[in-house]
């Protein structure tokens, strides 16, 4: 099945500070998604980005399907940042199921 | 905003007993799935549902589960006699009806199940 791997696995930054983390992934996809894992468990939907570029405030993403990468930008990070960010996928060929990166976890320091 | 709800939001229980998990979709929504984390691994896929019936289901997905569409709202999992390794989290997420692309999936906050 299609592999996805995101990169930091951990990343420490300073309240202010701006972050960009990436998702690769292994084969063609018609769907990608960015989440964000809250303290509770709660997965937040940030981006639905299968290609092209979104801004949400101070979050932006793009994704290069033809490369098969994408990228989250954050910028001015706050405390309320921290927690895990997931990559998740959609294959090309035929089913419905997102496929999830490991994530990498964040954590902003005042 | 429309959203997924999901209940209880922590259940626990002892090996061997059956649970059902609660989903409401977001209304207009017709495809559903089910996914689980175990604490501190991502997130996997179990199963998905459309049209009364699921279209795929993953090797977790084994006959201890099972998956229902009671009423015109509800949507559940099933664990018949439960395990110490099913404790995970549980999300249940939904999408709408769209050709030509693929679907967003929404998803709901998710129940804390702990088997003891």
């Known amino acids: 099945g299609i592999q996805v791997e995101q990169s930091p696995p951990d990343l420490i930054l300073q309240e202010g500070a701006n972050s960009t983390l990436r998702c690769n992934f292994s084969d063609s996809v018609n769907n990608l998604q960015w989440f964000h894992q809250n303290p509770w468990g709660q997965l937040i939907n940030l981006f639905y980005i299968p290609s092209g570029t979104k801004q949400n405030g101070r979050l932006s993403a793009t994704t290069v399907a033809t490369e098969r990468y994408s990228l989250l930008y954050i910028s001015s990070s706050q405390t309320t940042d921290s927690g895990v960010y997931f990559c998740?996928?959609?294959?090309?060929?035929?089913?419905?199921?997102?496929?999830f990166g490991t994530g990498t976890r964040l954590t902003i320091i005042p | 905003e429309p959203e997924v709800t999901q209940t209880p939001s922590h259940q626990v229980t002892q090996m061997g007993q059956e649970v059902i998990l609660r989903c409401v979709p977001i209304?207009?929504?017709?495809?559903f799935y089910w996914y689980r984390q175990i604490l501190g691994q991502k997130v996997e896929f179990l199963v998905s549902f459309y049209n009364n019936e699921i279209s795929e289901k993953s090797e977790i997905f084994d006959d201890q589960f099972s998956v229902e569409r009671p009423d015109g709202s509800n949507f559940t999992l099933k664990i018949r006699s439960t395990k110490l390794e099913d404790s995970a989290m549980y999300f249940c997420?939904?999408?709408?009806?769209?050709?030509?692309?693929?679907?967003?999936?929404?998803f709901g906050p998710g129940t804390r199940l702990t088997v003891l």
């Open positions: 997420a939904s999408s709408e009806q769209a050709s030509g692309r693929a679907r967003e999936q929404f």
């Open positions: 209304s207009n929504h017709l495809y």
């Open positions: 998740a996928v959609t294959s090309n060929f035929g089913n419905e199921k997102l496929t």
